[in-house]
C-alpha cells in the first residue's frame, strides 16, 4: 500500500502543531508563568524548548520521515538486526490509547462550555457558586459527560476515516486557522477591558520577588518540565507526521515553526486570562477550575459575555479537538500498517475500542467516584500521571537513545536525515550534548515526575 503524504507544507505544519497544542498550553501554561516570576520564566522556557523540547522533536520526526512507517514497524526499518528498539513502539501506541482514555473525556467538556454558552445556559449575573455547579453537576452526570465524549469520539474518526488530505489535514487547517484567528481576537478584547494592565505586568513584566520567593531553582524545573511536555513528545504522536512529510525540508526549521506555533498559542492564551481575571478581580488558578469555573465567572459579568464565552469555548473545542484526532491518526495508522486493515475498517474497529475505554474516565466521577488508583489518584489524574509522567518522557529518552547511540539508529544516519532539504541544519558538534547532557536533563524530569 503507497504511503500517504501530506498535500502541503502547511497542512503538515498545522497538524503537527494542532497535535501539539492542547488543553495545557491554556489550563496551565499562563498559571506557571505568573507563578514564576512572569518574564523570567518565559525565558527560562525559550531556553529549555530549544536545548530540550527541539531536539527530540525533530529525532521522533526523523525516525518517522527516515521510516516512512509508524511507530513499531519505524523501528524495525531503522533498527539494527536483532536488537529490540521496536518494543518501544507498542508501548508509545499503548500510551495514545491511555491519552485517549481521558483526553476525550476532556475534549468533550469543551464541546458541551460551547453550547451552553451558545444556548444561553449560563446567564449575566451569575455568581461563582453558579458557575461552579454548573461544571459540578456536569460531572455528576454520567449520561451527559458521556454524550459529548461519544460526540467527540466519533466525529474524531469519522474525520479521521475520509483520509490524510481529505480528512485529518483540511478539517485540521480549517481548525487551526480559526483557533488562531480566535486566540488574537480574544487576546486584544481581554487586554482593552479596564484594568487589564495590572494582569499583563504580573504576567508578563520579570518579577525578580516573586523569583526569590518561589526560588530561582524551582523556576528553572517548572520551565524545564512546561518546555518538555508542551509538544507531547514520547508517544510517537509526532513520529507518525514524520512518516508522512517530504524530503524538502529540514526537520530542524520544522520543529522551529512547530515549537513557534506551540509557544504563541500558550504565551496568546495569557493574554486572554490574566486581563481578563484581574480586570474583574478573579483569583487565577490552573487546571480544569480556571477553564470550567473561574473564566465562565469573568464572562457571564462582562460585557457581551455570552458571546465571548462561546467564542473561547469554540477556540478550546479546536485546540483540544486538533490533538484528538492527530492521535487518532496514529492510532489508525499503527493499526493498518500492522495488520494490513482498510482505513474504514481501522476507524471503526478503533471507535469502538475508544468508546469502550473512555468510559471508566466518564464514570469516574460519579457512578465509580470512590475509584481511587495511583497514589489516591481518581481515574482521570490515574491516566494522566501513567501518560505524562512515565511514558512521555520515558519515551523520549528512548527516542534519544535510539537516535544518538551506535547500538540503535546511530547519529550519522540521523544527523543525515534531520538535515535533507532546504532550511534550517542541525550541527554535528551537538553530538556530544545529545549523548551525554540531554538523556541527563531528561532522566531528570522522569525522576521528578514519579517522586
Known sequence: MKRESFKSRLGFLLVSAGCAIGIGNVWRFPYVVGENGGGIFVLFYLLFLVAMGLPVLTMELAVGRGSRKSAVLAYKELEKPKSKWHIHGWFAILGCY???????????WMVSYFYKFVTGEFKAGMDVDATGSVFSDLLADPKQMGFWMVLTVIVG????????????????????????????????????????????RFYLIPNLSTVEKVGIGNVISAAMNQAFFTLSLGVAAMEIFGSYMSKDHALAGEGVRICALDTFVAVMSGLIIFPACFSYGVEVTSGPKLIFVTLPNVFVNMAGGRIWGSLFFLFMTFASFSTVIAVFENIMSFAMDMFGWSRNKTA???????????????LGYNVWSDLHLIGGRDVLDSEDFLVSNLLLPLGSLIYLLFCVTKWGWGF??????????????MSRKLKPYFQFVLPVLILIILIQGLL
Open 98 to 108: 491511555v491519552l485517549m482514555m481521558y483526553y476525550t473525556t476532556v475534549s468533550g
Open 157 to 200: 474518526f469519522i474525520v479521521c476515516s475520509r483520509g490524510l488530505q481529505n480528512g485529518l489535514e483540511r478539517i485540521s487547517k480549517i481548525m487551526m486557522t480559526a483557533l488562531l484567528v480566535l486566540i488574537v481576537v480574544l487576546a486584544v478584547h481581554s487586554i482593552t477591558l479596564s484594568g487589564a494592565g495590572e494582569g499583563l
Open 348 to 362: 471503526i474497529i478503533n471507535c469502538i475500542i475508544i468508546l469502550i475505554a473512555s468510559l471508566p474516565c466518564v
Open 412 to 425: 550519522d544516519n540521523y544527523i543525515e536525515e534531520v538535515n535533507t532539504g532546504s532550511g534550517l541544519k
